[in-house]
């Protein structure tokens, strides 16, 4: 038999029923510091970073365990960048699982970005982190712009 121990057992009662608390209040407190809780691994299905320069935006999202195959970066419309991974089901046949915590299927997240310069944007992938820069629109020095009276 194979199953997840959520915490040691211990040989009396009161350190068993201590375990328990204190597991619960751990729990409680990591839920009241981060709201979401676990909900956001369903909410957000991978973690990025954003971040803003003068000239650029940088995006960095974790996607360990992926290739480069798996994943799509598209920028569509005006202002909408979408980073998609698929991960497949794995083809295994008379298969029991006895613990399967790995998710599978299409993990996707959208950002708004704007003003950015679409030809010039670079994206890699490395040791499981991929990495986006999007380069912001030069405003044209030379344009003047006059107030109306």
């Known amino acids: 038999m194979f199953r997840t121990i959520p915490f040691h057992f211990k040989n009396n009662a009161s ?4 375990e328990v608390l204190d597991r619960f209040w751990d729990f409680a407190m990591e839920q009241a510091h981060n709201p979401v ?6 909410i957000f299905p ?3 970073d954003a971040i ?3 000239d650029r935006y940088e995006l960095f999202a974790e996607l360990p365990g992926f290739t480069k195959e798996e994943i799509t970066v598209a920028y569509e419309g005006d202002c909408r ?3 998609r991974a698929e991960r497949p089901e794995p083809e295994m046949e008379s298969v029991r699982y006895l613990c399967r915590e790995r998710r ?3 993990f996707e997240r959208s950002f708004e970005i704007d003003d950015i310069d679409k030809d010039a944007v670079t994206v890699s992938f490395e040791n499981g982190v991929l990495h986006i820069v999007l380069p912001k629109v030069q405003v044209d020095a030379d344009k003047m712009v006059y107030d109306i009276k």
């Open 15 to 18: 350190e068993k029923s201590r």
């Open 37 to 42: 809780g676990r909900a956001a691994s369903v």
């Open 81 to 83: 960048l979408t980073i």
């Open 104 to 106: 599978t299927g299409t």
């Open 46 to 48: 991978f973690r990025v």
């Open 52 to 54: 803003e320069l003068s």
